[in-house]
């Protein structure tokens, strides 16, 4: 079998059926079903990475499930393609790898920090799904598929957030996030049906080849930008991202993160590539920016009040999707002047781009620090919480440095996907940058609020009976951080590679429409 051949359905496959057969693998012992579920995740972060090379060097892949040459795609006589189809192209690769390298450092953290018992069975069963799921919304080129790739994310999604069942906060969150979720899916549900029933097709590349723009298809956008900005957190339709962030386990509130950024993945997929050509695709741009700035400024003005560390985090992931949503609204706006797209829109989608992933390992950094803070002190109330800097300082410069790579300051990751999304804005509009700005300093004065509360002040005796953290939990942070240190020092090696492929791979519909017809 040609492993590259069959990699796209294989990413998909491996963490699917390796989180079914993880009860059964557990009936041998611990150890060798935490050995299982990790060389389930390193083998699908090997798949991904040898995909993402060759889609970034070779140009999109195509993989048709069933057919003989998977390579190639079945069309009817009329040029419809039949079959499930999964399309790859670099913005597709760029964040399949950011979800999968996000999930096994999350696993590396949950090695210890769940506790053992037949829970964490379930809790590997359930990641795994999550895993799956992420990869299969950013790799399907076809709606239903993408329906299906949402729904199997929301209720996994759903019952980590509920995994502490026994609290009622926990029961709570998940709750308001599965009511959430179904009402997105109907919405999905109803614009799929919308489309397939004027066209008869399910295949994005091909709808985006034959769509009229008629008022139904018009419907059928609004009802999918409305679907996803709530799977997204995006401001007004957030209400569930500071409860299941704030009461799900530390590394799932990380994985959630991601989670939220493949439901932005397919925004941005359906603004750019399914209805790239609508004439007023002006005025959806605008909405998204729209979207952002609300996001930003309620976002972080939320962050500032909280006494739940968690919640605070939660708040400002919030404020910082309006970044992207800036950015690549920027993009999406000029997309049809050539000599502004070229001058400053290809540059904020880049930087909207890059704060994606500079903000999946920024915030699941923060989380795991958070973790390690509620596990060290057993509360995550910051009123709580006093000289931690003396018992944890090794956990207080991480937090640190996430802290400021989150506010954008120098010489962190988060510096240099914020100041090309403030030089391209400004060009569009000035006031944008203004706002963005702004936002970045109430960003670092929420967590000047965290670090005085917890980490400064007198030492208490108590935190001394508590147990220490586990190796495995200092690991993951460890390599956050690194992470964060590395694309802020060396930020080109990043948007040369991956995130100037994917800009360019989002602009590009004739490309992606003919990688299918």
């Known amino acids: ?30 150890n060798v079903r935490d050995l299982w579920v990790t ?6 972060e090997f798949l991904v990475l040898i995909l993402t090379y060759d889609v970034i060097s070779n140009g999109i892949r195509i993989y048709t499930l069933g057919a003989k040459f998977p390579a190639e795609v079945v069309l009817t006589a009329n040029f419809v393609p039949i079959r499930i189809i999964l399309e790859l192209d670099a913005f597709s690769v760029v964040m399949a790898l950011t979800s999968v390298s996000i999930s096994l450092i999350a696993f590396i953290y949950s090695l210890k920090f769940i506790k053992e ?33 949402l729904e199997l994310l929301s209720i996994s999604s759903a019952a980590l957030v509920a995994f ?27 614009a799929i049906g919308l489309i397939y029933g004027q066209y008869g097709m399910l295949n994005i590349a091909a709808l985006a080849n034959v769509l009229k723009f008629s008022f139904s298809d018009k419907v059928a956008l609004v ?3 409305v679907a996803f900005a709530m799977k997204c957190g995006i401001v007004p339709l957030h209400m569930w991202v500071s409860d299941a962030y704030g009461e799900a386990p530390a590394p799932i509130s990380a994985v959630l993160v991601v989670a939220s950024q493949a439901s932005l993945y397919v925004l941005f997929r ?16 605008w909405f998204i920016i729209i979207l952002g700035i609300l996001s930003m400024v309620i976002g972080v003005s939320m962050a500032i009040i909280q006494n739940d560390i968690k919640r605070l985090i939660a708040y400002n992931a919030v404020s910082q999707v309006g970044y992207m949503l800036l950015g690549l609204g920027v993009g999406l706006a000029v997309i049809k002047n050539v000599t502004a797209l070229n001058s400053f829109g290809l540059v904020a989608m880049e930087g909207g781009i890059f704060h994606i992933i500079n903000d999946a390992i920024i915030m699941s950094l923060l989380f795991l620090t958070a973790g390690v803070i509620i596990y060290k002190t057993g509360t995550k109330k910051m009123d709580e919480m006093s000289g931690l800097a003396y018992e944890m300082p090794f956990t207080m410069v991480l937090f640190l440095i996430g802290a ?10 988060g510096f240099v996907s914020k100041l090309l999304i403030y030089e391209s804005t400004f ?50 942070m460890l390599i956050l951080a690194l992470l964060t240190l590395l694309f802020g020092l060396f930020p080109n090696m990043v948007i040369d590679n991956l995130i100037s492929p994917a800009a360019h791979a989002l602009i590009n519909q004739l490309k992606y429409v003919g990688g299918v017809l």
């Open 1 to 30: 079998m040609n492993l590259l051949l069959h990699s796209p359905i294989l990413a998909i496959a491996i963490p699917l059926l390796c989180g079914l057969a993880t009860p059964l693998i557990s009936k041998f012992g611990k």
């Open 39 to 44: 060389l389930g995740l390193l083998f699908t």
């Open 117 to 149: 018992g037949t829970a964490k069975i379930r809790y590997y069963t359930l990641f795994l799904l999550l895993v799956a799921a992420m990869v299969g919304l950013v790799f399907t080129g076809d709606l239903f598929s993408m329906f299906v790739f």
């Open 164 to 190: 502490y069942f026994h609290k009622g906060e926990s029961l709570e969150a998940a709750f308001k996030y599965i009511v959430f979720s179904a009402v997105g899916a109907l919405m999905v549900l109803l």
């Open 223 to 225: 009802l999918l930008i």
């Open 270 to 285: 359906i603004s750019f590539t399914l209805f790239g050509g609508l004439p007023t695709i002006g005025i959806v741009a």
């Open 404 to 413: 400021l790579a989150l506010a954008g300051l120098p010489p962190f990751n």
């Open 427 to 476: 060009r569009f509009n000035p006031l944008l940058a203004i706002i963005a700005i702004l936002v970045s300093i109430l960003t670092l004065a929420s967590f000047v609020k965290i670090f005085y509360s917890a980490f400064t002040g007198p030492r208490l005796r108590e935190y001394n009976k508590v147990r220490d953290t586990p190796k495995t939990m200092l690991v993951a």
